[in-house]
Structure formats: C-alpha cells, structure tokens
C-alpha cells in the first residue's frame, strides 16, 4: 500500500514558502553578479586583443 504524502499545516507551508523565495533571489542575485563577471571578463579580453593587435600591427610596421 502506497502512502500519501502529509500535506503540512499552514504555518509550515508559509515557513516552506518564505525559504524558497528567500533562495530564488538568492539565485537571481548570484546569476546577476555572474552576468556582471562575465561582461567585466569579455570586456577586458576585447581590450587584450585590441591591444596585441596594435602592438603586433606596430612590430611589423617598424621592422619593415
């Protein structure tokens, strides 16, 4: 025979719900700040490679 799953009283299915909403935004806020990480990173490797682009691009210029 199979058992039903209790259904919890409301006070704990209010305490239940507070946590999961608690952790939502908590995850929200981390996938924000690893957007933001991601954005600062790509940003910075652009720059790298404008950078040795140029330093590349000047090297051939000044040895020929």
């Excluded at 700040?33 to 140029?54: A, G, S, W």
């Amino acid at each position: 025979m199979t058992t039903q799953p209790r259904i919890p009283d409301p006070e704990t299915a209010k305490r239940l719900l507070a946590n999961l909403r608690r952790s939502r935004l908590a995850m929200e806020a981390a996938t924000l700040e690893l957007e933001d990480i991601t954005m600062r990173l790509e940003n910075d490797n652009r720059q790298y490679r404008k950078l040795r682009n140029l330093v590349l691009f000047l090297g051939n210029t000044f040895r020929n």
